[in-house]
Structure formats: C-alpha cells, structure tokens
C-alpha cells in the first residue's frame, strides 16, 4: 500500500483536516472538479464547510460529480445528492449549473451511459480518461469503495467511466464511476473513520490476509495522490 497518512483523535477532526485540505486544493486551480462520496464521514465534512468555509472556499469554481449514487429519487433518503443538496448546496447556494448529480430515479443502464457522457463532457481527459481533481471515497466493511463491491471485482477495469452496480445483499442498483477513472484521477482521498474499518485497514496497508479481494485496495492512481484520512479507531494496533 502506497499513500499519504492523514491521522485525527476522532471524525469530527478528519473532517476538519480534510476541509483544509480541500480548501488548500481549490486555491491552486481556476476550475475543480470532485466527485463525491456518502456516509457519516462526508456528512460531518459537508456540515464544517457549509458552517465554516462559506468565505475561504472559492465556491463558484468547484464542479460537483458523484463517485456513486443509488438508484433512488433525488427526494429519497437514501440519496446521496440529496444529503449533499441538504447540508452542502442550499446553506451555501450553490449554482445549478456546477451540480452535475446522477439521476437515479430513471433507468439504470441508460443513467450509467448518460452521466459517462456527462462527464467525459466537462472533465478535462488524460490517456483518453477524465481526470478529476479529487475523487473523495470511502470503503464498507466488506472492503467495497464507490459501489464496486467484491462480488463486481470486473468494475475495476471496466472500459466505462460509469456502470451499474448491485449491492450484494439488498440487490439495489447503483451507478459507479468504475476503476480506470477513479485510478486517473489528480487525488483520490479516503475519509475511513470508526473500529469497523480496522481490520479492513491493516489488511489493505499491510497486504496481509485477504486485501486483495477488497475493490478499495486496487485504487492506487497511476499518475496523482493517494490520500487516507483515518480516525484513531481506524488506525491499525501495529500501523
């Protein structure tokens, strides 16, 4: 395992050293384009930045993608949008035309070409591939990142920049950016937080046990940075 380690007490200071990371990176370009993540972590993330980075980010400037998202209305709870939409872009206004959010209440299989199409369209390519700015994930306990799970391990090398994903247990369709462009992008960050990612963790750091069937331990970019931000329950016992 290769990468950058960002350690905090608890989550609440992952998000805040991801925030200054975040804002340290939009500093440097005149346009940004992230693809994002769900879950508790980016939640706390989305929270400090609405409350305290309405002034030291540079807002207009960031282009908003979605690593993955279910295949559920925009309203639905369970959206990732709708979290974002929630606690990110309507506190601070985001423009309509910088959201670029998958739509997941239509068909899936022609979502996943759609929004490739999407973004092929407005995400500056390198080797053929978009190349984001930064891609934030975040991994399950099964391992899983995005919604490539270990039962779609093809997802990885997949030739779309989107595809459909089924959840192993609940059979819910996604739509994931697959392997090759998440691995082309600039930065790719980790936000892992909590004791249920531990043991998954020290695997992938250590290339022990069975890492090798966990789709997050293959996201390594060929050409940007590797970033893991983890909470002391997150951190291995020998790290």
Known sequence: MTGIIHSYPSPVEVAEGFAKFLQTSVEKTEIFNIALSGGSTPKLLFKILSKDYEKKIGWDKIHFYWGDERCVDPEDEESNFKM????????????????????????????????????????????????????????????????????????????HVCDVAKHPTSGQNRITITGNTLNNAKKVAFLLTGSGKKEKVDEIFNTIGNWAAYPAAHITPKNGELHWFLDEAAIPDHF
């Open 84 to 159: 974002t939409n929630d606690l990110l872009f309507q506190p601070l206004k985001i423009k309509a035309e910088n959201i670029h959010r998958v739509f997941g209440e239509v068909t899936p299989s022609e979502e996943a070409l759609r929004y490739s199409e999407e973004i092929l369209n407005n995400v500056p390519l390198k080797e053929e591939l978009p190349e984001f700015d930064m891609i934030i994930l975040g991994m399950g306990e099964d391992g899983h990142t995005a919604s490539i799970f270990p039962h779609q391990m093809d997802l990885l090398e997949s030739k």
